[in-house]
């Protein structure tokens, strides 16, 4: 058995987390954009 995670799934790891964080990022920027209009316009 090798412990060690090879280079190539590493990368990949990184690569589909960093790609998940910025769909996320953009999510919450886009829901916390809805708020705003929506308590600018209510108020």
Excluded: D
């Amino acid at each position: 058995m090798n412990p060690q995670i090879p280079f190539e799934t590493a990368l990949q790891f990184l690569a589909i987390a960093y790609l998940v964080s910025v769909i996320l990022l953009l999510l919450a920027s886009q829901i916390g954009l809805a708020i705003i209009k929506t308590l600018e316009k209510s108020g």
